[in-house]
């Protein structure tokens, strides 16, 4: 089982569109978590860190669900300029800070 | 522009050369890391440096690699004889340690191209 999961993707859906991302990962002892935006042929850049008592930031949405070792990211009325690869981050804070990415589902925003 | 610099933005070459890219963190990051990117997939711990020491390697470093980071500021990734399956992007990030849920913030990245 890979250390962390998503939907595979990808995510095509019309201006205004709700989508939500899923992602799990392995490791119970994990203890932050991240959402990464990585635009095509840029580098990730962080969007939001996900709290155990869910976080909000203006149309996005993340959850986090330590039980089931479950991260969610919703995002409301999508616009064109959110069409990206979201990617889902599990920081296990080992001896150095062990990030470790998930493959990244795709969405575009289709006109 | 305060944030990670990362050269060459582009390096072709050809199988067997040795290439060198350079990272240069936020000045005052002392946390330096590299990861290495392939299309469709997520970016892979390569290493990682805490001032001038190198404390972590990922077990896809082969001997072939080697980073430094010698005064604990700007760090260097050798790849040494390159094969075509290093074809990627290597991307550097930095982050502080001391700020609490700290995030790594990337570098542009290198994109390497082995014919």
């Known amino acids: 089982r890979k250390e962390v999961e998503q939907d595979p993707g990808p995510f095509n859906v019309p201006e205004g569109a709700t989508v939500a991302f899923n992602c799990t990962y392995s490791n119970s002892a994990s203890q932050s978590f991240f959402w990464y935006r990585q635009d095509c042929r840029k580098e990730p850049k962080l969007l939001m860190s996900?709290?155990?008592s869910g976080n909000e930031d203006g149309r996005f949405t993340a959850q986090l669900n330590r039980a089931s070792q479950y991260i969610s990211l919703l995002i409301r009325d999508s616009k064109l300029s959110d069409s990206a690869t979201y990617l889902c981050v599990v920081n296990e804070e080992t001896s150095y800070d062990k990030v470790i990415f998930g493959p990244g589902t795709s969405l575009s925003v289709i006109p | 522009d305060t944030g990670v610099s990362q050269d060459p933005r582009h390096k072709i070459t050809k199988r067997g050369q040795n290439v060198t890219f350079r990272c240069d963190p936020i000045?005052?990051?002392?946390?330096l890391y590299w990861y290495r990117q392939t299309l469709g997939q997520g970016p892979e711990f390569l290493t990682y440096f805490q001032n001038e020491a190198q404390l972590e390697k990922s077990r896809l470093l082969s001997d072939r690699f080697s980073a430094e980071r010698p005064k604990g500021s700007f760090s260097t990734l050798e790849i040494q004889r390159t094969e075509q399956g290093d074809s990627a992007m290597y991307l550097c990030?930095?982050?502080?340690?001391?700020?609490?849920?700290?995030?790594?913030?990337f570098g542009p990245g290198t994109r390497l191209l082995v014919l």
């Open positions: 990030a930095s982050s502080h340690p001391s700020r609490s849920q700290e995030t790594q913030y």
């Open positions: 000045s005052e990051h002392n946390r």
């Open positions: 996900v709290y155990s």
